[in-house]
């Protein structure tokens, strides 16, 4: 990346609100790098099978709504060349990833050939999210004005929410599942920091009879010498 587009990106960071349409787009892609981590740095089981439906469902909407709303708007707009080319490489890179997901499902989870294809699916993803947060963001800041952006951002959730809804019924159970998981996983963790404070703030049963027992050892010896 040059200084200039180094400059345009903070600037678009900088400038960047909730409903701007590259914050929402941010938002998914945090979701899919969560997601991503899990499936190849987690450990095995049949939850993986789940969570790649998952990743699949929220990748399909996330990259047609993309492409419709913001892609689209790229190609359409009177600008350079280069910034044509940025759009039309992310419908390349989208379908790149839509053949290795297709893949990756006919394989058997967990294999090594699978999580080969799983490796492989992540590192693009990461080098087309890194692409878009820089260079994208710095010229739909650059193209579009910030009522646009909010409109654009309306249009991407309107669009998404269509791509969802025309997911099978099964990828949307799976959905459900994978996510209600997640919930328990964080309820869990969070009930156990709270216990772990809790010990942390009393002391053992054991704990508190040795002090019982050495503050009357210490007051003894003070009546003792007292006596004397």
Do not use: C
Request: charged share 35%; net charge positive; glycine share 6%.
């Amino acid at each position: 990346m040059t200084i200039a587009e180094t400059i345009k990106s903070v600037g678009a960071r900088l400038t960047m609100g909730e409903d701007d349409v590259r914050a929402l787009l941010e938002q998914d892609h945090e979701e899919v790098q969560d997601l991503l981590r899990d499936l190849v740095e987690g450990e095995q089981g049949r939850s993986r099978s789940q969570m790649l439906e998952m990743l699949k469902t929220k990748l399909t909407a996330h990259s047609r709504a993309e492409e419709k709303v913001v892609y689209d708007a790229l190609i359409r707009a009177r600008a350079k060349s280069d910034v044509r080319v940025l759009a039309e490489e992310g419908y390349v890179e989208h379908g790149t990833v839509d053949d290795l997901l297709a893949r990756v499902s006919r394989l058997q989870p967990g294999t090594d050939l699978w999580r080969a294809h799983m490796k492989v699916i992540r590192e693009l993803v990461e080098a087309h999210i890194s692409e878009e947060e820089n260079q994208t963001f710095a010229q739909l800041g650059d193209l579009f004005s910030r009522e646009e952006l909010v409109a654009m951002g309306k249009d991407f959730l309107r669009n998404k929410a269509r791509v969802l809804t025309l997911q099978s019924p099964k990828a949307q159970r799976s959905v459900k599942r994978v996510v209600a998981a997640q919930r328990a996983r964080k309820n869990a963790s969070r009930v156990s920091a709270k216990k772990t404070s809790k010990t942390k703030g009393k002391a053992s049963p054991a704990r508190r009879a040795q002090g019982v027992a050495a503050r009357g050892k210490a007051k003894t010896r003070s009546t003792g010498r007292g006596s004397r």
